[in-house]
């Protein structure tokens, strides 16, 4: 069955980086786009951008151009995501989230809480 | 800036009574990238409907989507227990999420 495992919490200091993984199994990891989406707390869904893990190729939201980085290993089937000089307000929980035909988000992972404070 | 507006923000409903949470865009937007997610408190969100109207594996038949241009709904018939939640929709084209709406227990 499709699983997107992602790694543990994190706390950071401002000014900080993270790297956030998405480990994917049960299906061809190259043939779907993965996309990351973030919710801070009690707030709704941000969407920051999608790799293509066949290619490598990528495509941010405008906000996160300059300090996100999403990267993939194929040898692991591992999505990741590093989010640099981070602030206050990146607290929040981070998804990885696979993408099928129209645009749709058929499997996400579980989540990854990324506290950033000093 | 194209933006989708949920409302209402809160729907207050009983098990049994029928939900309709409404997701307009500013502009037209393509219904083939309309999509519906469904997210409880500690979980991811779920997909419940792609392409406006379609539902997504093992979804129960009383959610329906539809719509097209900017406006777009998604009803419950009769809500279930494990129904509560708050709802999303989004646009691929558009990378937007709407900023939800709460269906809680009246």
């Known amino acids: 069955q499709v699983q997107l495992v992602q790694s543990g919490a994190e706390v950071k200091k401002p000014g900080a980086s993270v790297k956030v993984s998405c480990k994917a199994s049960?299906?061809?990891?190259?043939?779907?786009?993965m996309h990351w989406i973030r919710q801070a707390p009690g707030q709704g869904l941000e969407w920051m951008g999608w790799i293509n893990p066949n290619t490598g190729d990528t495509n941010y939201a405008q906000k996160f151009q300059g300090w996100v980085t999403m990267t993939r290993d194929t040898s692991i089937t591992t999505a990741y995501m590093e989010l640099s000089r981070l602030k206050s307000d990146d607290t929040a929980v981070y998804y990885c989230?696979?993408?099928?035909?129209?645009?749709?988000?058929?499997?996400w992972g579980q989540g990854t809480l990324v506290t950033v404070s000093s | 800036e194209i933006v989708l507006t949920q409302s209402p923000g809160t729907l207050s409903l009983s098990p049994g009574d029928r939900a309709i949470l409404s997701c307009r865009a500013s502009?037209?937007?393509?219904?083939?990238?309309l999509a519906w997610y469904q997210q409880k408190p500690g979980q991811a969100p779920r997909l419940l409907i792609y392409g406006a109207s379609s539902r997504a594996t093992g979804i129960p038949d009383r959610f329906s989507g539809s719509g097209s241009g900017t406006d777009f709904t998604l009803t419950i018939s009769r809500l279930e227990p494990e129904d509560f939640a708050v709802y999303y929709c989004h646009q691929y084209g558009i990378r937007t999420f709407g900023q939800g709406t709460k269906v809680e227990i009246k």
């Open positions: 049960g299906y061809t990891f190259t043939g779907y786009y």
């Open positions: 989230a696979r993408v099928r035909e129209l645009g749709a988000f058929d499997y």
């Open positions: 502009q037209s937007v393509s219904s083939y990238y």
